[in-house]
Nanobody, 121 residues
Framework: VQLVQSGGGSVQAGGSLRLSCAAS????????MGWFRQAPGKQREGVAS???????AYADSVKGRFTISKDNAKNILYLEMNTVNAEDTGTYYC????????????????WGQGTQVTVSS
């Protein structure tokens, strides 16, 4: 399984960006996928996740501004980022669990290559 990210780049504060994460492997069917980010000098933090039952979860810092979604037919994960601010700057990673029968939901096994998001004021 490979997770290939696209999107990201530079944006002004208050603007919007969309990140994508395409999962290869025709049989890959994760229970849960998510987005993480890491700012310079800081630990990686969870941003949002979406499960196969449609449930979503968000970090408090992005609630109401970011939306996670997944196109199950195409196996592509998205993160719509709105009203961004300087604190959203960092490298963003998508992740997916194993999807194996009996596997643990949201126990992320696969990671994207990372994409940089830079918010300027």
């Amino acid at each position: 399984v490979q997770l290939v990210q696209s999107g990201g780049g530079s944006v002004q504060a208050g603007g919007s960006l969309r990140l994508s994460c395409a999962a290869s492997g025709s049989t890959y069917s994760p229970y849960c996928m998510g987005w993480f980010r890491q700012a310079p000098g800081k630990q990686r933090e969870g941003v949002a996740s979406v499960s196969i039952d449609g449930s979503t979860a968000y970090a408090d810092s992005v609630k109401g501004r970011f939306t996670i979604s997944k196109d199950n037919a195409k196996n592509i994960l998205y993160l719509e980022m709105n009203t961004v601010n300087a604190e959203d700057t960092g490298t963003y990673y998508c992740a997916g669990d194993s999807g194996l029968v009996g596997g643990t939901w949201c126990d992320f096994q696969y990671w994207g290559q990372g994409t940089q998001v830079t918010v300027s004021s």
